[in-house]
């Protein structure tokens, strides 16, 4: 069972940037999706999730309104768009898939975890 997170790189500040987390091994299609980041010295921390039918998210307080997050079930695959990019976006991001079928913030009750992909927003 793996997820895959792609998409990370360089962007300035005020960009965009999509990730994406593909799922194999195994679907996913019953189990609510999360994204998470870590900054260098900080502790990882929630930043949105989706129950399993996509239709409800949840997001942290400091990307509300500019990150979305979404998925394809047909593809076992799920997104973080983020615009408006600023510098303390910056982090490696991580995407988990939770044990439950709803939205959920905190990570321990996610069970599977991707590799990370960095995203590093230049000011």
């Known amino acids: 069972v793996q997820l895959q997170a792609s998409g990370g790189g360089l962007v300035q500040a005020g960009g965009s940037q999509l990730l994406s987390c593909a799922a194999s091994g195994r679907t996913f299609s019953n189990n609510g999706m999360g994204w998470f980041r870590q900054a260098p010295g900080k502790e990882r921390e929630f930043v949105a999730s989706i129950d399993w039918r996509g239709i409800i998210p949840a997001y942290a307080d400091s990307v509300m309104g500019r990150f979305t997050t979404s998925r394809d079930k047909a593809r076992n695959t799920v997104y973080l768009q983020m615009n408006s990019l600023k510098p303390e976006d910056t982090a490696v991001y991580y995407c988990?898939?939770?044990?439950?079928?709803?939205?959920?913030?905190?990570?321990?009750?996610?069970?599977?975890w991707g590799q990370g992909t960095q995203v590093t927003v230049s000011s």
């Open positions: 988990a898939a939770s044990r439950f079928s709803y939205s959920s913030r905190s990570n321990s009750q996610y069970d599977y």
